[in-house]
């Protein structure tokens, strides 16, 4: 197997690791993270599986009962909400 053949094996390798990492669901991601990081790694990797392993709710916003619009009263988030206008931009003419 020459360099070139070897190369293109490595990147295409990488390449579906990185594909299934992320399409991965993020508790999946999460136990396979806990469980990499029991392995030695450099510090830069055991620090990004931790992050992983650490993560919260998968768009980052730790549940809907942390909402930042909640109000005392225990109302949904929507209710405490500003009104905010639409703003349409027209196209450019080609």
Known sequence: MNFQSL???LVVALS???AIWTLM????RAALARGLL?????VFVRQR?????NASA???CSGCDKAPLLSAKGASPRL???AQPL????????
Do not use: M, T
């Open 25 to 28: 669901p993020q508790a999946l």
């Open 49 to 53: 599986l931790l992050a992983v392993a």
């Open 58 to 60: 998968g768009c980052g």
């Open 87 to 94: 703003v349409f931009h027209p196209r450019k003419g080609r």
């Open 16 to 18: 579906f690791a990185y």
């Open 38 to 42: 029991g392995l030695r790694a450099p």
């Open 80 to 82: 405490g909400a500003q």
């Open 7 to 9: 190369a293109v094996v």
